[in-house]
């Protein structure tokens, strides 16, 4: 990967990728567990991988016929949170955790509003700018570095959040996701929505499935382990709709892992043979284990009057 950097970036991406693995690998090693900032190291280190094999939106795909091509499954999704939250309308809205910027780009064109975007990751932000930038859209959708659990945005700010798939991210501890709702709420002006969709798991798993989340997603599974209606009526929200889309969420993994074998001897070139397999290996059996143990919520909580 350093050798494929360096023919693309130079000296200067080679150390960004190196003080990203560090930052995320420190903290697993020293204290056992992730944390905020090295949940932003980990995309700091993939975003340019994850742009080059799968998309500039980083959320799974939304495949309500099954027909739909892997873009037009990550464009769905953005679309689905994006109506829950009802942001047509609206005026400003907050996105959480908002990857490159690519769901803001498609809501502030879709609805003609305003967006802020959050994210932890120092790499995203600035590659999320440039997107920003290609697409003409710096008066309309800006982001920047922070933490979506506490920031620096007075009461009522924005009049719809949207939450794409970011939140168990975000959330590295139980008490982080209480902090997270409850500032979501702090945040949305009263009447507005939060549109929130994240992958999290029913139960515990098995070891050796724990070990495929972590190799894929970063997450243990105890960590996925969230009832998140329930905390968002716990600080205050009503929640007028829910539904899990798990089933719908699963064909993402075929399409990755087809996309890696089409492409396998690029895949081959910057991550070696044996890395090459053991990552379809994984995207194969992380489908069967969210199949299983998965569930995928998506909801609109409405901040009453």
Not at 194 to 200: E, I, K, M, P, R
Request: glycine share 8%; net charge negative.
């Amino acid at each position: 990967m350093l050798v494929a950097t360096w023919e693309e970036a130079g000296l200067v991406g080679c150390a960004r990728k190196l003080r990203a693995a560090a930052a995320m690998g420190l903290p697993l090693m020293l204290g056992g567990r992730r944390t905020a900032w090295s949940v932003g190291a980990y995309f700091d280190l993939i975003t340019d991988d994850a742009r080059l094999f799968y998309s500039d939106s980083f959320h799974l795909g939304y495949f309500p016929r099954g027909e739909e091509s892997l873009g037009e499954a990550l464009d769905a999704h953005t679309d689905l949170v994006a109506e829950l939250a009802r942001v047509e309308g609206a005026e400003h809205v907050l996105d959480v955790g908002c990857g490159l910027a690519a769901p803001a780009l498609r809501i502030a064109g879709r609805y003609g509003c305003r967006v802020t975007g959050v994210n932890l990751s120092r790499e995203q932000v600035r590659q999320g700018n440039e997107l920003i930038a290609e697409r003409g859209l710096p008066d309309r959708v800006v982001i920047q570095r922070g933490d979506a659990r506490a920031v620096d945005f007075p009461d009522c700010s924005f009049d719809a959040i949207v939450c794409l798939e970011a939140a168990g991210d975000i959330c590295v501890t139980e008490a982080d996701k209480s902090r997270l709702v409850a500032e979501l709420y702090r945040l949305l002006r009263p009447g507005g929505r939060v549109g929130f969709s994240d992958l999290a798991l029913r139960e515990d798993v098995s070891p050796a499935e724990d070990r495929e989340l972590r190799a894929v997603l970063y997450h243990s599974g105890t960590e996925l382990v969230t009832d998140w209606p329930a905390l968002f009526v716990q600080h205050g929200f009503q929640v007028v709709e829910c539904r899990d889309i798990i089933t719908d969420t699963l064909p993402t993994w075929d399409h990755a892992r087809a996309v890696f074998q089409l492409r396998n001897g690029e895949v081959v070139r910057r991550y070696g043979r044996r890395l090459a397999n053991r990552t379809v290996a994984h995207l194969e059996r992380i489908r069967d284990i969210l199949a299983v143990h998965g569930t995928f919520p998506v909801l609109a909580a409405l901040k009453p009057l």
